[in-house]
C-alpha cells in the first residue's frame, strides 16, 4: 500500500514539475533540436564532448533570441546511438517519437549516419551530421546532411599523395571493417594506384575489437613481403588505435616503417602512454584530418567553451557547435518543419562560415570545400604539430 | 521438559544399561494433499538399540524417516530428539545434533575418493576458511588426524583397501558401508538407514547387519532402520515397529511381530 | 604462411590462450560449483581491470601490486553481486534461464557502473602503465616483459588453483558441491560459505585475468565483454565442468583465432574482420557435435564432472 502510494506520489510531483516549466514557457515557441551522439563505446568521449559543443551553441542562440524580443527558444534532445547503426536508427526514432524534433544533430560515425538514414527519410526529419565522411553516405536528395567536414574523397587523395611523395612503393592499410573504413581504403587505394603507387594489401578488423594482436602480427607479415619500401596506413578507431600500437611497439618490421593514420591515433590517451607516443614519433607519423584555418569566430568559441565547461574543446567540437548553429539558423529561417528545414538549408549553409571554414555544399548534401591539416607527431611524442594544409578542391599539400 | 518423557521410557529395557529414550515420535502426521502418509504416529527409539521398522510398500515408512531428518515438513506431531523438540529443523540442523542417514540410493559423492567422502562431513576444519586453505602447515596436522580417523573407520567396514578409489567404482554393497562409515565421521548418536541392503548380495547384506550390530557394541550408535529383508533383520533388531498404510500396526520384540496375527496378515498376505 | 608470421601468431596465442584459460576457469567453476553460467564474469574482468589501472595510475606501477588491487576488486565485486542478486534467486528456486538472464543483468549494471566512473574520470581506452619491453628475441621470435608476465601468471594460478581444488579441505567442499550440492547440505558441509569462498576466488582470478588483459590492449569498460565469448567459448570446450578440458579448449580458441585465422587470411583471403565469428563457430560446433567437449578426455584427476 505505501509502495503504491510512493509511486502515485512521485508520478505527481513528476507532473506537477512538468506542468510548471510548461507554466513557465507557455508563451514561448520551442523548437527542439535533436542530439543522436554516441555517449558510450570508445567514440563516448567524442559524444560527450560534442554534445558540450552543441549546448554551447543552444545557450548563445537563446541568450541573442532572448535579446532581441523573439518568442522562439531552442531545447536540445540527445540519445545514445551506442557507435552502432541500430543504435542510431533507435536513437533517432527516440528523439522523434518523445518530443516532435523535426532536426538532429549527428551521429558521428558513417555507419552511424547510414543506420539513422532510414527512418529519417521516411519521417523527413533532417540529420545534420559534422564528422560523418564515408563517401557511402554521398547520396543526393536524401534527408542527410554533412556539413563543414568534407567527405572521405578529399582526405584520402591527400593519403595517397603523402605515401607517394614519402616514396612507398607499396602500402599496407589496416582499417576498421565499417562504412567509414571501407570507403576510406577504397578511396586511397584507387587514389594511390592511380598516381603511380603499387600494391595496396588491406586488412579490416572487426569494428568492435579491443584486442589486435592477430591483425598487427598479418599487417607486418604483409610489410615483410613488400620489403623496406612500403608504408603502413592505419584508418582505425580509438581504443582499437591503442590496442593496436601496444602490439605493434614491439614489432619489429612495424616499428621500422612509416606510418600514416586518420585522426583517432592522435588522441590524448594514445600520447599519454610513452611507449605508444614514441611508436608514432619513430614512425614519423602523419594524419590529415581537421581542419587547420582559423576564422574570428575561433578564438571566440575557445574562450566561450572554456568558461562555460572549465575545459577545453576537443577534436572536432567545434565541428559540431558549427552543424548546431547551421541547423538552428535553417530552423529559425524556415521554420521548425523537417520539409522547409531541408530545402533551406543548402541555403544558409552556403551564407555560414564558422569557427573553421566556409560551409558549402554540394549536389549530396555534403561539405564541398575541403579543406584540411595536415599534422605529424613531435619528435619526443609529446604532441602534434601542424605541418601543412590540404587543400581539397585543388589537390594541393602545402607545407609550411 | 526433559523429565516428562524420561518417566515414560519403556519397561522393556529398564535394567539394562539402556536407559532413556533417544528419539520419540509424539502423535507425528503427514499430510500430502489428500493423501495421509503418516497418520499418528508415535514411538520411542531408545538409546543404543536397533530398532527394525518394518512395512509394505508405501506404508510410510520412508516418510517417517524424511520426517525425523528434517527433509520433508510434518502435518502434525512433534519430533524429540535428546530432549529437544527438533521438529521444525531444516536437516543440516539436524544433522548437526546427531542425527546421520543413509538412503535407499547410496547418497555419495561419486567423483570423489573414497576418503574425500569419509573427510567432508567433518565438522569446523580449519582448512575450509579461505584463510588458511591456502597453508599448508595450518591445516595438515588437522586434516592428518581427520584422516586416520577415518582411515580407522574404513578399516572397521572393510573398506581401507579402497580408500583412493572413486566412489563411482564401488560395488552396491560397499557404497552402503560407505555411506554408514561416512555418517560416522561426524559422530552421530543416531543413524537412520532406508533399506542399508537394497540391491546388495546376501552374503554382504548380512556383513552390512554385522557392522551395524558392531557400531553399536563398539561405539553405543542407536540405529533406526528400515529394511524388507526380514530374516536379516530380525537376527539383529532389538524391538520392530510395523507400519500399514501410515499407521503403526504393532509393535514387538523380534519374536512377538514373527508371530503377530494381524502382521502376517498384512505383511506375509497370510 | 611465412614462418615470422607463423612464430609470431604462435607466441600470440600462447599469451592469449593463457588469459583466456585463466577467465574460462572462473566460467568452469562458477558453472560447477554454483549451477550458474554467468556472463556477468566479463565485468569482474573489467572491474578488475579498471582497479589495476586506477593503481597504475596512482604512480604504483609493481605488477604484483597491480595484480593484488585487481583481485581484490575483481573478488569483491563478485561477492556483491551473489550476496545482491543470484542468492536471493537461489533461495526462490528460480529457473536456469531466470539465472542465466540475471547475469546477463548484473553484468550491464557493473559495466554501466564502470561507464559513469571511466566518464567522471575520463577513463577511456587508457593503459595499465608498465611500459612494454623486449626481453628476448632470436629471429622472428620475439618475446615480450608482458609475455613474461602474462604466461607464468596464468600458469602459476591455475596450479595453485587446480592445487586448491584437490588438496585442501576448502576445495574438497568446493568439488562436493560442484558433484552433488543436494547431498552438500545434508552432511553439514557450510554450503553458503563455500560458496562465498567460491565466488571471491571467481571473482579474484578474473580480476587478476583483467589486469593482465589491461596490459595486453587498452582498458575501457567494454574489454571483457569483448572477450567473454571467446571466453565461453574455451569453458564449452571443456565441457563447463573440466579444468583440463577448459584450459585446453582457451588454447584451441586463441589458436583459432590467431594462428588459423592468419592462415585463412594469408592462404585463402579470408578477412580478418571475420575473426569475432570464430568463438561463435566453436560454440556452435561443439554443442551440435560433441556436448561433452574435451571432458571424455580427461577422466578422472579432480575434474568438476557433475
Request: hydrophobic letters at 50%; glycine letters at 8%.
Amino acid at each position: 500500500m505505501i509502495k503504491k502510494l510512493t509511486v502515485l506520489l512521485l508520478i505527481a510531483m513528476m507532473m506537477l514539475s512538468l506542468g510548471a516549466t510548461a507554466a513557465a514557457q507557455d508563451d514561448m515557441d520551442i523548437y527542439v533540436l535533436g542530439v543522436a551522439l554516441p555517449f558510450t563505446g570508445s567514440f563516448g568521449t567524442f559524444g560527450q564532448d560534442f554534445e558540450r559543443g552543441i549546448d554551447l551553441a543552444v545557450a548563445e542562440m537563446n541568450a541573442e533570441l532572448e535579446a532581441a524580443g523573439s518568442s522562439i527558444r531552442f531545447e536540445t534532445a540527445s540519445a545514445d546511438t551506442e557507435q552502432t547503426p541500430e543504435g542510431a536508427a533507435r536513437a533517432l526514432q527516440t528523439i522523434v517519437q518523445t518530443t516532435g524534433a523535426q532536426v538532429v544533430v549527428g551521429p558521428l560515425t558513417t555507419a552511424e549516419v547510414l543506420g539513422a538514414k532510414q527512418f529519417a527519410d521516411e519521417n523527413g526529419v533532417v540529420i545534420v551530421a559534422m564528422a560523418s565522411s564515408g563517401p557511402a553516405a554521398s547520396i543526393p536528395g536524401d534527408n542527410i546532411f554533412r556539413v563543414i567536414y568534407p567527405p572521405d574523397t578529399f582526405s584520402s587523395k591527400a593519403f595517397a599523395t603523402i605515401a607517394l611523395e614519402r616514396g612507398h612503393e607499396n602500402m599496407v592499410v589496416l582499417h576498421v571493417d565499417d562504412a567509414f573504413g571501407n570507403g576510406m581504403n577504397e578511396q586511397f587505394t584507387k587514389n594511390y594506384q592511380a598516381n603511380g603507387g603499387g600494391e595496396v594489401a588491406a586488412f579490416a578488423y572487426a569494428p568492435q575489437s579491443t584486442e589486435l594482436s592477430t591483425e598487427a602480427a598479418a599487417v607486418s607479415a604483409a610489410l615483410a613481403g613488400f620489403g623496406d619500401t612500403a608504408g603502413f596506413f592505419c584508418v582505425c578507431f580509438p581504443g582499437a588505435a591503442e590496442a593496436f600500437v601496444q602490439v605493434a611497439q614491439i614489432d619489429p618490421v612495424l616499428t621500422s616503417v612509416q606510418w600514416l593514420g586518420n585522426e583517432a591515433m592522435t588522441s590524448d590517451e594514445m600520447l599519454e602512454d610513452p611507449g605508444h607516443a614514441q611508436t608514432l614519433a619513430n614512425a614519423n607519423f602523419v594524419t590529415v584530418s581537421q581542419s587547420a584555418d582559423t576564422t574570428p569566430l575561433t578564438p571566440i568559441f575557445n574562450e566561450a567553451f572554456m568558461a562555460m565547461f572549465d575545459k577545453e574543446p576537443g577534436i572536432f567540437t567545434n565541428y559540431a557547435f558549427d552543424a548546431a548553429n547551421i541547423a538552428m539558423l535553417t530552423m529559425l529561417a524556415a521554420g521548425n518543419d523537417g520539409a522547409a528545414v531541408k530545402s533551406m538549408l543548402p541555403f544558409i549553409s552556403n551564407h555560414y562560415i564558422g569557427t573553421a571554414v566556409q560551409a558549402f555544399l554540394d549536389e549530396n548534401g555534403d561539405q564541398a570545400i575541403a579543406s584540411y591539416g595536415i599534422r605529424q607527431v613531435l619528435e619526443d611524442g609529446s604532441g602534434f604539430y601542424v605541418i601543412g594544409t590540404y587543400d581539397g578542391n585543388n589537390d594541393t599539400i602545402t607545407y609550411k | 521438559m526433559g523429565g516428562g518423557y524420561t518417566a515414560r521410557v519403556s519397561t522393556r529395557y529398564q535394567g539394562a544399561e539402556i536407559m532413556t529414550a533417544l528419539l520419540e515420535l509424539r502423535n507425528l502426521r503427514k499430510d500430502y494433499g489428500g493423501l495421509r502418509a503418516v497418520d499418528d504416529v508415535s514411538l520411542t527409539v531408545p538409546e543404543g538399540a536397533i530398532i527394525g521398522l518394518i512395512g509394505p510398500n508405501g506404508s510410510g515408512k520412508s516418510t517417517l524417516i524424511n520426517l525425523i531428518a528434517g527433509a520433508t515438513q510434518r502435518s502434525a506431531g512433534r519430533v524429540i530428539f535428546a530432549g529437544d523438540d527438533i521438529s521444525d529443523l531444516p536437516p543440516d540442523a539436524v544433522f548437526k545434533l546427531g542425527i546421520a542417514r543413509g538412503y535407499q540410493e547410496p547418497a555419495l559423492y561419486l567423483k570423489l575418493t573414497v576418503l574425500d567422502n569419509m573427510l567432508l562431513p567433518v565438522k569446523n576444519q580449519r582448512g575450509e576458511g579461505p584463510w588458511y586453505a591456502p597453508w599448508w602447515r595450518t591445516w595438515h596436522n588437522e586434516e592428518a588426524k581427520h584422516a586416520e580417523r577415518a582411515l580407522a573407520v574404513l578399516e572397521q567396514v572393510q573398506l581401507l583397501q579402497q580408500y583412493d578409489t572413486l566412489a563411482s567404482d564401488l560395488s552396491g554393497g560397499q557404497m552402503k558401508l560407505l555411506e554408514i562409515a561416512r555418517s560416522l565421521m561426524g559422530q552421530p548418536k543416531l543413524l537412520l538407514l532406508d533399506e542399508p541392503t537394497a540391491g546388495v548380495a546376501p552374503k554382504l547384506a548380512y556383513e552390512i547387519f554385522e557392522q551395524i550390530a558392531r557400531l553399536r557394541r563398539e561405539h553405543g550408535i542407536t540405529f533406526l532402520i528400515v529394511e524388507h529383508r526380514l530374516e536379516i533383520l530380525f537376527d539383529f533388531a532389538d524391538t520392530v515397529y510395523v507400519m500399514h498404510l501410515g499407521n503403526l500396526l504393532a509393535e514387538g520384540s523380534v519374536a512377538e511381530i514373527a508371530n503377530h496375527a494381524t502382521v502376517r496378515e498384512v505383511y506375509f498376505g497370510e | 604462411m611465412p614462418p615470422a608470421l607463423l612464430t609470431t601468431s604462435l607466441v600470440n596465442t600462447i599469451q592469449i590462450g593463457s588469459l583466456y584459460a585463466l577467465m574460462a576457469l572462473g566460467i568452469t567453476l562458477t558453472f560447477s560449483v554454483m549451477k550458474l553460467p554467468n556472463f556477468a564474469h566479463a565485468e569482474f574482468v573489467t572491474a578488475g581491470a579498471y582497479a589495476a589501472l586506477i593503481v597504475s595510475l596512482s604512480g604504483v606501477l609493481n605488477p604484483l601490486a597491480i595484480m593484488a588491487a585487481a583481485f581484490v576488486v575483481g573478488a569483491l565485486t563478485a561477492l556483491i553481486s551473489h550476496i545482491a542478486v543470484f542468492k536471493p534467486l537461489e533461495n526462490r528456486e528460480v529457473s536456469l534461464y531466470t539465472l542465466i538472464l540475471a547475469s546477463f543483468a548484473v553484468g550491464l549494471i557493473i559495466r554501466y557502473i564502470l561507464f559513469l566512473m571511466a566518464d567522471y574520470f575520463n577513463l577511456f581506452d587508457l593503459r595499465i602503465g608498465i611500459p612494454l619491453t623486449i626481453l628476448f628475441r632470436e629471429g622472428s621470435l620475439i618475446l615480450s616483459n608482458l609475455f613474461a608476465w602474462v604466461v607464468p601468471t596464468s600458469i602459476l594460478l591455475v596450479i595453485l588453483l587446480t592445487l586448491l581444488l584437490n588438496a585442501t579441505p576448502l576445495g574438497r567442499e568446493m568439488r562436493a558441491l560442484a558433484n552433488n550440492s543436494i547431498l552438500a547440505r545434508v552432511i553439514g558441509i557450510p554450503v553458503e560459505r563455500v560458496k562465498n569462498y567460491t565466488w571471491l576466488l571467481v571473482g579474484g582470478l578474473a580480476g587478476v585475468a583483467g589486469a593482465l588483459w589491461g596490459l595486453q590492449s587498452a582498458v575501457n569498460p567494454l574489454m571483457g565483454w569483448a572477450a567473454i565469448i571467446s571466453v565461453f567459448a574455451a569453458a564449452i570446450l571443456g565441457g563447463l565442468s573440466s579444468f583440463s578440458g577448459t584450459i585446453l579448449g582457451a588454447y584451441v580458441v586463441a589458436f583459432s583465432e590467431n594462428t588459423l585465422m592468419l592462415f585463412l587470411n594469408f592462404n585463402f583471403g579470408v578477412d580478418l574482420a571475420y575473426k569475432p565469428a570464430i568463438p561463435f563457430i566453436i560454440i556452435i560446433a561443439v554443442l551440435l557435435l560433441r556436448p561433452q567437449g574435451f571432458t571424455e578426455i580427461f577422466r578422472r584427476a579432480g575434474d568438476l564432472d557433475r
